[in-house]
């Protein structure tokens, strides 16, 4: 069995790879390069994750990439990551210090230097000389470049023994930066590389968890048709009043995820005295919070909101809050958590004054 379905810590080594993309608040959109024969250890692997369309491969590791690029022709990224599938152990910071790369340079690509003495053998197997290794280093994936560049230098090549996209890349004249790759990220080649893998799952210290709380009120406007709650606008017999959208879910929602890297709250990065957000869409407050836990190292691990209200019903529009929040953390949706409760018609709420709402988010910091 080709080596990115083996199992590595009871699940396929490509799901993992995939989990590493799919996750991260960087990537988009991802789609696998795969071999028409190995569709059905495909599905299994790629099972529940919203990705695009998998793309047939070629003869040569070269066509496959290139096919994998052209499927992506019609609706292009800006920049694209190339990567090993059977690189299970990447980190979100790698893949972030990769696209960061692209500001300054065409491509990047992760890599570590070369610590051993390298020596270059001779038929018999003994050595005929030392290779100098200052300045050598052993590239690894993921490879990040602009879209339309790689695309263009790959279509430029029927070089087959071109052996990684950064080569592609310099034979069409692209500078390629090296950025820090790590011992961990290995390609699982062999079952000895499995093996490896699978102790460095094991014994990877799994960072911390950081805890951030959020809450929030906004009082009914006195007109209004309608209230927007965790990004979804439900008919109402009046509106919230408030600078932004007054969206209190998502409002709660921010403060938990700066909370959790002590980043300040919402108010700080959006002063209401500040015109721009007038009328503003709060869904980009979430965007803001969510690369702000990325620039700290964060993975997000789970969010739970609980909307406090009388009026209107939240239970029809749960499902919709769910997804939305999901999309715009780009986190699996079975992180994400949306509950209401009244308060027995007591208090502000149970006055229909205006609505409530408090949020926790955890955040993983990894070691
Ligand atoms: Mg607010």
New binding site residues.
Partial sequence: MPKQYAMLGGEPVLRRTLRAFVEHPRIDRVTVVIHPDDRGLYENAAADFKILPPVSGGATRRVSVLNGLSALEDDPPGRVLIHDAARPLVSPDIILRSLDALDRCAGAVAAVPVHDTLKQSDEAGSIRRTVPRTGLWRAQTPQAFHYDEILKAHRATNDDTLTDDAAVAERAGLTVALVEGAEENLKVTTEQDLARAEMLLRTAPSGTIRIGSGY?V?RFSANGDHVTLCGIAIPHEKGLA?H?D?D?GL?ALVDALLGAIAAGD?GTHFPPSDQRWAGADSRIFVEHARDLVAEAGGMIENVDVTLICERPRVGPHRQAMCTMISELLAIPANRVSVKATTTEGLGFSGRREGIAAQAIASVRIPA
């Fill in positions: 929030d906004h408030g932004s007054a209190v409002h919402i």
